[in-house]
């Protein structure tokens, strides 16, 4: 379907900031969700958060108040927006997407989404 590109990733020292964008193409949604997710080498992929088509949110914990998530409607653009960057914020950032009924809530749980980006890498070093 819809097609996904992310950018922005990059090294930066702890305690920086990144901006990460997502492109999207194809998506004909009125209701939706989407997401940044990550994934360490040798660890589960993390939901880190997401969107609903109202401006709704949701946070992991371990992101909460450190990261933001927007999006540019008129742009097809999402963002993640990345302060107070730790080490372990290393990991290879994934948005997604998926078409939702609207009652849903964009839960931070990968099989949902069936839209996926290639990734951007983003490395924090102490």
């Known amino acids: 379907e819809g097609q996904l590109v992310e950018s922005g990733g990059g090294s930066v020292q702890s305690g920086g900031s990144l901006r990460l964008s997502c492109a999207a193409s194809g998506f004909s949604y009125s209701s939706y969700c989407m997401a940044w997710f990550r994934q360490a080498p040798g660890k589960e992929r993390e939901g880190v958060a997401s969107?609903?088509?109202?401006?709704?949110?949701i946070y992991s914990d371990s992101v909460k108040g450190r990261f933001t998530i927007s999006q540019d409607n008129a742009k097809n653009t999402l963002y993640l927006q990345m302060n107070s960057l730790k080490p372990e914020d290393t990991a290879m950032y994934y948005c997604?997407?998926?078409?939702?009924?609207?009652?849903?809530?964009?839960?931070?749980?990968?099989?949902?989404?069936?839209?996926w980006g290639q990734g951007t890498q983003v490395t924090v070093s102490s």
């Open positions: 969107v609903d088509e109202n401006g709704r949110t």
């Open positions: 997604a997407a998926f078409r939702k009924s609207w009652w849903n809530s964009c839960r931070l749980s990968g099989p949902l989404y069936n839209s």
